[in-house]
């Protein structure tokens, strides 16, 4: 890592309190940026949504992310919400578990797009699913 791109990660690592470390970024989306690193004192990598102060009501829209997700984080193709807050300098995140095989856009990137039947089997599990929880009743 370069010396700019070092410093950048240590004055986010601040804005979590100094919680959240080895910040790098992985992905860039409409709302945000994506970054890996990890819990410092419970030793475990996650990944944290920061969400750009310029989306107008962020807070409001990441608490919606945020309530959406964890109404469906018992199913295995979402990732589990460990946390949700501000950082210190005013900007909505959600803390994610970190998930093996990286993200969406490397898996593109490194095996191509998916194919028809992997697409196809994926929507038909979370169909089969409903959206309930295991237990719900039908």
Not at 16 to 35: C, Q
Not at 114 to 133: D, F, H, I, M, P
């Amino acid at each position: 890592r370069g010396m700019r791109e070092e410093q950048a990660g240590e004055a986010l690592t601040r804005q979590f309190g100094d919680e959240l470390t080895e910040l790098v970024p992985i992905a860039r989306g409409g709302s945000g940026v994506v970054y890996r690193g990890r819990q410092r004192r419970l030793g475990r990598p996650v990944v944290v949504k920061i969400h750009d102060p310029i989306v107008l009501d962020c807070a409001d829209r990441a608490l919606s992310e945020a309530r959406a997700q964890a109404a469906v984080s018992w199913h295995s193709n979402v990732l589990t919400i460990l946390g949700e807050g501000v950082t210190t300098s005013g900007r909505p995140y959600l803390l994610l578990e970190d998930a093996e095989g990286g993200t969406l856009y490397e898996r593109v990137e490194n095996e191509g797009a998916c194919s028809e039947a992997e697409a196809v089997s994926v929507a038909a599990q979370l169909a089969s699913e409903k959206w309930l929880r295991p237990g719900s009743a039908e």
